[in-house]
């Protein structure tokens, strides 16, 4: 042992300096599964990344950890830049972190949580803002690859289902960096074309293979389509941005193309349906006319004269009872009259003016004598007084 | 041929409904129901004639 000996921090700030001038491990990124996070008081943040095998400690400071958004929680793939250097007092090497992101699966997922808020918020998932699926669409456009296994589920389901409804469909790159583009293009030429509905699908992939289903211009797309859009992307456990904002989301391609169309047996079922309905509808409205005739028999019209005779009597009865009214109103009014002329008779009644002393004096043939020329000598005349009337003999006419 | 199914669909969906307004007189009702048979006649020509077409638009790109 002619070794030099040395102290326990000579070793460790030997081995610490061999770490720092490592231009490698002086700016690395270290991808991992976060474990035994915790978000210091002080601001700092510890934890540790680990693989299947092993595991780094780590640590970043608060003048980094500061500026993280992300909600960091044990067991989110994460990619941490920083250095690897020797901690002096335990004689561990750690990784001192400068920035640290979401990796791949856990950054997307983030992304997709954060957009889909964005969208819900502007109503893009709205149910009024949701189009009407055709019930028997003449032509649909589907927009998935010419080579995918989509394209074939959804063939398959149109051979077995129907034979009514035509299809076009646009191919496109359903990953990628050109497939948004392409997806968008195809909405915006089946918009212009004369089909009834679209189909958007894919087959199932990871969450980075289905991104373009998420891409914020396809989302636009799908929500400024006049048509409507039925979504079949991925498994049933797959959801994209796409079958949010589409009229219709069905969980797979053969899906999308079962609720897009109605099949044969359906359509022959919907149209006797209706034959039957319009023989019934028609029996119905025989049924009215006949009962309509039947009001119209011989009894009827008897009864519907003899009514109206009944009515006329009515209304002669009516007019009688008028005609009577007015009668012993005009009488009514002529006794008054009369009462009244009455009165003013009796006001100018001879028979009063006796009363003053004045008296008639009448001739045997019961004639008023008013002038000396009708009376000769020794004619008996009657003089009415009010009481009573006296007989007399003329002894003198004179006349003038 | 399939262009004209949903089309001649809807209109017998349509006299079927429309008979059923009582106020429509006896005349133009069985003119409605001559109408509406034939309809179904001819769709149900259709549903036994048709045949899918499916294109592919844009194949050659690729």
Avoid at chain 1, 43 to 55: T, V
Avoid at chain 1, 80 to 109: A, H, M, P, T, W
Avoid at chain 1, 276 to 281: E, F, I, T, V
Avoid at chain 1, 320 to 326: D, F, K, S
Wanted: hydrophobic share 35%; charged share 30%.
């Amino acid at each position: 042992m002619n070794l030099r000996k040395l102290t326990v921090s000579e070793i460790n700030e030997y081995v610490k300096k061999l770490l720092d001038y490592d231009p490698i491990l002086q700016n690395v990124i270290i991808k991992g599964e976060l474990s035994n996070f915790v978000a210091h008081s002080s601001g700092h943040a510890y934890f540790s990344l680990k693989d299947d095998s092993s595991k780094i400690n780590c640590i970043m400071f608060k003048r980094f950890f500061k500026h993280t958004k992300v909600d960091f929680k044990d067991g989110q793939l994460v990619n941490c830049k920083g250095k690897v250097s020797l901690f002096k007092r335990d004689g561990k090497f750690q990784l001192y972190v400068n920035e640290i992101e979401l990796s791949g699966k856990g950054k997307l997922y983030e992304k997709f949580k954060k957009m889909k808020k964005e969208y819900e918020k502007k109503g893009y998932f709205d149910k009024k803002n949701k189009k009407e699926i055709p019930k028997y669409p003449s032509k649909i456009g589907c927009i998935t690859s010419h080579q995918g296994a989509a394209l074939q589920d959804i063939k398959s389901v149109f051979n077995r289902r129907t034979t009514l409804v035509d299809m076009d469909v646009y191919s496109v790159n359903v990953q990628g960096e050109y497939s948004k583009k392409e997806i968008v293009k195809a909405i915006k030429y089946f918009n212009k074309s004369n089909v009834d509905l679209i189909i958007l699908s894919r087959g199932g992939g990871s969450i980075e293979e289905l991104w373009s289903f998420n891409e914020p211009e396809v989302v636009e797309a799908i929500f400024d389509s006049k048509l409507p859009v039925i979504s079949g992307v991925g498994h049933e456990s797959d959801f994209t941005l796409t079958d949010y904002v589409a009229d219709l989301r069905a969980p797979t391609p053969s899906s999308a193309a079962e609720v897009a169309i109605s099949s044969n047996v359906e359509v022959k079922l919907i149209l006797d349906k209706l034959k039957s309905k319009l023989n019934d509808n028609m029996k119905y409205k025989i049924n009215i006319i006949k009962e309509k005739l039947n009001n119209l028999s011989i009894d009827s019209l008897i009864l519907k004269k003899e009514n109206q005779i009944k009515q006329n009597f009515n209304k002669i009865d009516n007019l009688n009872l008028r005609l009577n009214q007015l009668m012993d109103k005009k009488i009514t009014k002529s006794n008054e009259k009369l009462k009244s002329l009455l009165l003013k008779l009796n006001h100018n009644n001879p028979i009063n003016i006796l009363d003053k002393g004045y008296s008639i004096t009448k001739n045997k043939n019961g004639e008023i004598i008013n002038s000396s020329k009708m009376v000769n000598n020794g004619d008996e005349v009657i003089t009415k007084l009010s009481k009573g009337s006296i007989i007399s003999k003329v002894s003198e006419v004179k006349n003038g | 041929m399939a262009e004209n199914f949903s089309e001649k669909m809807k209109k017998l969906e349509k006299i079927v409904k429309s008979l059923e307004d009582d106020s429509i007189d006896i005349d133009k009702s069985m003119k409605k129901f001559e109408k509406g048979i034939n309809l179904y006649n001819e769709l149900n020509d259709l549903l036994k004639k048709a045949e899918n077409k499916i294109e592919i638009l844009n194949k050659k790109e690729k």
